[in-house]
């Protein structure tokens, strides 16, 4: 079973991949570190986040175990990830590694912007995760609190803002739910709350397979 899960930046999709991945004993792919370290490649190089052919000679040489995940996680990398993910090609070269980890002999879970629509279209289950933008900044700043010790909750509510815009508004791949997601809107669920609705859903997909 392929279990699909997108949606905008901090609305918890990534904890809820993680859950279910366990649950269900099935690996767990987080495509945006690979989005990340594509941008982390560029910066490390002293190249501007622009240069297109830079980030397709990253994409394609990428090897994700190279990297150190706790950079990869920071804030500025979501935001340096969401300028070179716009790139196609990017895009296209990144393709074939995420749809080699869907096609596990008993399945995978995969979060992202586009597994539902792109990466893998016959996914069994396909989960659409959002929340409003406040709630999101406030997940993200409280996250950021007790790792770093310090945030600034206006400054992440416009991060959100300035990426969901991006995400939602490039031409490639932009991010919408697939026809056949289901959406889950989480602002008023815990994350407890949350997983139980997720499972629910995986639930009704399974019982007709
Ligand atoms: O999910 P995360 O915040 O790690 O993603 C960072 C950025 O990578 C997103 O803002 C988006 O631009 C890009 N991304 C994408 N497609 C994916 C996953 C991430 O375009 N499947």
Same mark, same amino acid.
């Given at each position: ?30 495509? $945006? ?11 490390? %190089? ?5 240069? &297109? $052919? ?16 706790? *950079?990869? +996680? ?5 935001? @340096? ?16 590694? %995420? *749809? *080699?980890?869907?096609? %596990?002999? $008993? $399945? =995978? ?5 586009? !597994? ?6 016959? @996914? &069994?289950?396909?989960?659409?995760? /959002?929340?409003?933008? &406040? ?12 790792? &770093?010790?310090? =945030?600034?909750?206006?400054? !992440?509510?416009?991060? !959100?803002? +300035? ?7 490039? %031409?490639? =791949? ?12 989480? /602002? ?22």
């Amino acid at each position: 079973m392929i279990i699909a899960i997108d949606g905008p930046a901090a609305s918890g999709k990534g904890t809820l991949a993680k859950r279910l991945a366990a649950h269900y004993g099935l690996p767990h792919l987080d495509t $945006g570190l690979l989005y990340r370290a594509v941008a982390l490649t560029l910066l490390d %190089q002293g190249r501007p986040l622009t240069d &297109e $052919g830079a980030a397709l000679a990253a994409a394609k040489a990428l090897d994700l175990s190279r990297f150190d995940e706790a *950079r990869l +996680r920071g804030a500025a990398m979501g935001e @340096a990830a969401s300028v070179v993910s716009a790139f196609q090609p990017v895009r296209d070269a990144l393709l074939d590694l %995420q *749809r *080699r980890f869907a096609a %596990q002999p $008993g $399945g =995978a879970v995969l979060d992202g912007r586009d !597994i539902g629509t792109v990466v893998c279209p016959g @996914a &069994e289950a396909k989960l659409f995760v /959002t929340a409003s933008a &406040e709630e999101r900044a406030r997940r993200r700043h409280r996250e950021l609190m007790e790792r &770093e010790g310090a =945030a600034d909750y206006e400054a !992440i509510l416009a991060d !959100i803002r +300035r990426r969901d815009e991006r995400d939602a508004s490039r %031409q490639v =791949a932009p991010l919408r739910p697939a026809p056949d997601a289901v959406l889950l809107d989480t /602002t008023a669920l815990d994350a407890d709350g949350a997983f139980r609705a997720a499972l629910a859903v995986v639930e009704r997909v399974r019982s007709r397979m």
